[in-house]
């Protein structure tokens, strides 16, 4: 519940948050005696943000026509989403384990990734790939422009940072990674940038987190139900085939994600 009061307080999503909370443990195994005592958690937690000042995110963004031409360029781009989303999962375990090695001391961990850190955002762009990025997530949805780059440079940042030992979050990088990519290869398939770019932030989420459902709820909540089917069938086939792969290591998976059917924990096998 308190994962899911921060998330709908920061992103003004109460039903996401809550189904968030609900799924991201153990895949496939919902437990909806928490749906009650986790919405009324998030509805409080809105509410202290909007007394705080802090509005929710809402973006502009104007779906195209649902036919079946759209249908398929939006599954092929669902798919480039999931394969991201797999990238940046395997990247982030791969350094988070193989770091430590070459650097077991954390406090020369954690000076070295800094001072990388800020090396490389002088590379790239002070600001432009630190912090939230919501103004470049922003960007990408309601005016359709983003670097073509801007996905690799903000995945490559946010491994380093977590990689040396620094807490952040793995949330937002994946909604700026998602916007960014879709706002740059949705135009390459036919499809209106910054429909793509709202596409690719809801995939990549649902793909590195796999919580399919508050995946498009979400999509729902952010973009005020524009594009809804489109977004249901983008998220669910990013679900699909970004596989077993996960940005959280102690993320079980009950179910099966291709066929009917329960799969062992691994505790039991």
């Known amino acids: 519940m308190r994962h ?5 307080a920061l992103f003004g999503t109460p039903l996401t948050a809550t189904l968030f909370a609900m799924m991201v ?24 943000s ?11 963004m104007e779906a195209p026509p649902l036919d079946a031409r759209t249908v398929v360029r939006t599954a092929v781009l669902a798919m480039c989403c999931a394969v991201v989303a ?18 077991p001391n954390p406090w ?22 630190n912090g939230a990025g919501m103004d ?31 807490k952040g979050g793995e949330v937002v990088p994946s ?18 940038a910054g429909f793509s770019a709202a596409v690719g932030l809801v995939c990549v989420f649902c793909g590195a987190t796999n919580t399919l459902v508050a995946s498009i709820v979400l999509a729902a909540e952010l973009f005020s139900g524009a594009g ?15 596989g077993y792969h996960s940005l959280y290591s102690s993320q079980g998976f009950r179910t099966s994600k291709l066929f009917s059917e329960f799969l062992q924990p691994k505790e039991e096998k």
Not at 108 to 114: D, F, I
Not at 136 to 159: G, N, R, S, Y
């Open 4 to 8: 899911g009061g921060i998330f709908s």
């Open 175 to 192: 909604f700026y990674i998602g916007a960014t990519f879709g706002c740059v290869v949705g135009p390459l398939l036919g499809l209106p």
């Open 108 to 129: 020369v961990r954690a000076a070295a990734g800094g001072a990388a850190v800020v090396a490389l955002s002088y590379l790239m762009g002070v600001g432009r790939y």
């Open 136 to 166: 470049v997530i922003m960007d990408a949805v309601e005016l359709e422009q983003a670097l073509p780059w801007d996905f690799v440079c903000k995945m490559v940042l946010t491994v380093l940072t977590l990689s040396v030992g620094f």
């Open 86 to 103: 797999v990238i940046f999962c395997q990247m982030l375990h791969f350094f988070e384990h193989e770091i430590p090695k070459l650097l």
């Open 50 to 60: 909007l007394k705080a000042g802090i509005a929710p995110t809402r973006f502009v």
């Open 228 to 242: 809804f089917e489109l977004m249901a069938l983008a998220c669910g086939l990013s679900y699909m085939f970004s």
């Open 25 to 48: 443990v153990d895949v496939g195994l919902m437990l909806t005696v928490a749906f009650v005592p986790g919405f009324l958690a998030a509805l409080i937690a809105y509410s202290i």
